[in-house]
């Protein structure tokens, strides 16, 4: 009887520190923890101060994203011989100079994409990488301050496609107007003249036009954390049909060494475009909304 009396005994000393020292480890960890988000709070600071200093700021992330397959009398799906891949690459990269009295912001987009379905079984399919998704984009904006958060400025902006059809079309937005930083890593380009020189074969769809421009930038990066959205408007005084707008989202977390995980997506709306595509007029084009998104591996240069 006392053996018994002496084990349980033993046993629950052991159970009650086993769970104080459990608890104890739990509070040391909440402490340490708070001492990680007081230091990360910190060197937030000091990046911010570094931030706000003027010179060159220089930066690049981007996403790769891809599958391959390839299958053998694989006899349960429709095409047993077969073999398929995808690959998407996009890239953001700036450099931004600031100075007392004048900035000059400059950021290159770039989304490229291409994809292969080969039936085996039938000749004329094509075992080659296809040009899918095909973004280009370089935007240069020059602003000199007439205060911190207003610059009178100016705007050049070229997007086309590079892998098919380069420059056909191409779009050139060349104008003035104002700038509006109302916060950090945020630009709002205001430009009520601006002229949208467009380049394309097709000229009874593609026009060029005098109108208004209009650009919202965020890009930022907050500890593994980075991100980009640009919204880029053109509205053509000569009506809605010349008229366009693209609004790109990228997101980037690393995870080691600069490796990471990656979001991408954005919208479009272009009437011409929709109409060279279609083959129609340009009063007859379904001008449906276009969009586009991309998740895979990231690397943060």
Same mark, same amino acid.
């Given at each position: 009887?006392r053996?018994i009396v002496f084990?349980?005994a033993? =046993? ?5 520190l086993?769970a104080?020292?459990e608890e104890?480890?739990k /509070?040391?960890l ?5 001492? @990680?988000s $007081?230091i &990360?709070? #910190? ?5 911010a &101060?570094?931030?706000?200093l ?5 930066g690049a992330?981007g996403?790769i994203?891809?599958s391959?397959s390839n299958?053998?009398?694989?006899f /349960? &799906?429709g095409?047993?011989n077969n073999?398929?891949?995808?690959i998407? @690459?996009?890239?953001? $990269?700036?450099a931004n100079?600031?100075r007392?009295k004048y900035?000059w912001n ?10 292969k379905?080969?039936?085996k079984? @039938? $000749?004329?399919?094509s075992?080659?990488?296809?040009a ?5 984009q370089?935007?240069?904006?020059y602003?000199? #301050?007439l205060s911190d958060k207003f610059a @009178? ?6 997007r086309t496609?590079? =892998?098919?059809?380069?420059?056909d079309?191409?779009? =050139?937005d060349l104008?003035v107007?104002g700038?509006w930083t109302p916060?950090d890593?945020?630009?709002?380009v205001i430009?009520?003249?601006n002229?949208?020189f467009?380049?394309a074969?097709?000229d009874?769809?593609f026009?060029?036009?005098?109108g208004?421009k209009i650009?919202a930038d965020?890009t930022?990066?907050i500890?593994a954390?980075?991100f ?5 408007a053109?509205m053509?005084y000569?009506?809605?049909?010349l008229?366009n707008w ?7 977390y690393?995870?080691w ?5 990656g979001?991408?997506?954005?919208l #479009?709306?272009s ?10 007029a =340009?009063?007859? $084009?379904?001008?449906s ?10 690397y943060?240069?």
């Amino acid at each position: 009887m006392r053996k018994i009396v002496f084990a349980l005994a033993f =046993l629950f000393t052991a159970v009650t520190l086993t769970a104080q020292t459990e608890e104890e480890l739990k /509070a040391t960890l909440a402490t340490k923890k708070d001492s @990680i988000s $007081a230091i &990360q709070g #910190r060197a937030d600071a000091i990046q911010a &101060q570094i931030d706000a200093l003027p010179g060159w700021k220089k930066g690049a992330f981007g996403t790769i994203g891809g599958s391959l397959s390839n299958f053998n009398n694989w006899f /349960a &799906q429709g095409a047993p011989n077969n073999s398929s891949g995808n690959i998407t @690459i996009t890239g953001n $990269a700036f450099a931004n100079l600031k100075r007392e009295k004048y900035f000059w912001n400059n950021s290159l987009n770039l989304n490229l994409g291409w994809v292969k379905l080969d039936n085996k079984d @039938i $000749a004329t399919d094509s075992e080659d990488f296809e040009a899918l998704t095909d973004v280009f984009q370089i935007t240069s904006l020059y602003g000199w #301050r007439l205060s911190d958060k207003f610059a @009178i400025s100016a705007l050049g902006e070229y997007r086309t496609t590079l =892998l098919n059809n380069f420059n056909d079309p191409g779009y =050139l937005d060349l104008g003035v107007g104002g700038t509006w930083t109302p916060i950090d890593n945020m630009v709002v380009v205001i430009h009520p003249l601006n002229y949208n020189f467009v380049f394309a074969e097709n000229d009874a769809v593609f026009a060029s036009s005098l109108g208004a421009k209009i650009v919202a930038d965020y890009t930022r990066q907050i500890g593994a954390v980075a991100f980009k959205s640009n919204l880029s408007a053109f509205m053509s005084y000569e009506g809605s049909e010349l008229s366009n707008w693209t609004w790109t989202n990228n997101f980037s977390y690393t995870l080691w060494k600069g490796i990471g995980v990656g979001f991408d997506f954005g919208l #479009r709306n272009s009437q011409q475009e929709a109409a060279n595509f279609q083959g129609v007029a =340009l009063e007859d $084009a379904d001008n449906s909304l276009q969009s586009f998104y991309t998740v895979g591996l990231s690397y943060n240069f």
